[in-house]
Structures are given as structure tokens and as C-alpha cells.
């Protein structure tokens, strides 16, 4: 009676958590992450003037929709998180947008880096 009631138990926890789990993950769904141009030198000689970043990206349902607004040819796009998920692959800004795929649970720590072919390096920070 004790191992069927355990079981039970068990049972009721593990439905719980996934349904918790999948309500976080509807929350976080059409969220717009913020990509902003790395400084290549921290120094303080940075423009005073708002720099405008050609790409965008959207947390979806079933991953990170990264779109560019304009043609910057080939780019380096990495997706990796704290956790130990990482994705890289090239994106040819002319096609205007890629899914990338995201794997991880709610609460990972997801960094997307692009490096165009110039060196300059773009980042964006989320949460799941």
C-alpha cells in the first residue's frame, strides 16, 4: 500500500512540475531580445552617437528567430548557454532571417554572439 501510494505520489510530481514548466516557456514565448554591438575598445573612445544594430531576434516556441535588416553577407552566429548547450552556424544576412534552435530548461542562460566578416561582434543576452 505504502509503494502504490508512493507511486502515486511520484506520479502527481512529475505532471505537476511539467506543466509548470511549460506555462514559463509559453511566457517567455514572442519575447524580443536586444542585440547591441560589442565594443572593441572599452577604453572610452566609443561614438557618442546611438548605434543602430542591422539584426533583431525573437524568442519563439520552438526557438530564436534572428532576423537582419540588412545585407551584411556571411556572419558567425553562435548560441550558447551557461548550462553547456552551444549552437554555431552561418547565416547569409541576404536570406533575411534563421531559426535557431534552443534546447534548454526554464532558467538557462542563453548568450547569441554574430561576428560579421569585418570583426564586428554583436550580442545579445535572454532567459528561458
Known sequence: MNLLCGLAL??????????QTVDNVNQTDGATILIVR?????????PRN????????????FGLFLSADADCGDVDV???SLEGDYFNTIFDTADGAILLPVNGNTGDNYTITIVTNDGIIYEGNFYL
Open 38 to 46: 560589442r565594443p572593441t575598445n572599452p577604453q572610452g573612445n566609443s
Open 50 to 61: 546611438l548605434i543602430t544594430t542591422p539584426f533583431s531576434a525573437e524568442l519563439l516556441e
Open 78 to 80: 553562435t548560441l550558447s
Open 10 to 19: 511520484f506520479v502527481a510530481t512529475i505532471c505537476l512540475t511539467s506543466a
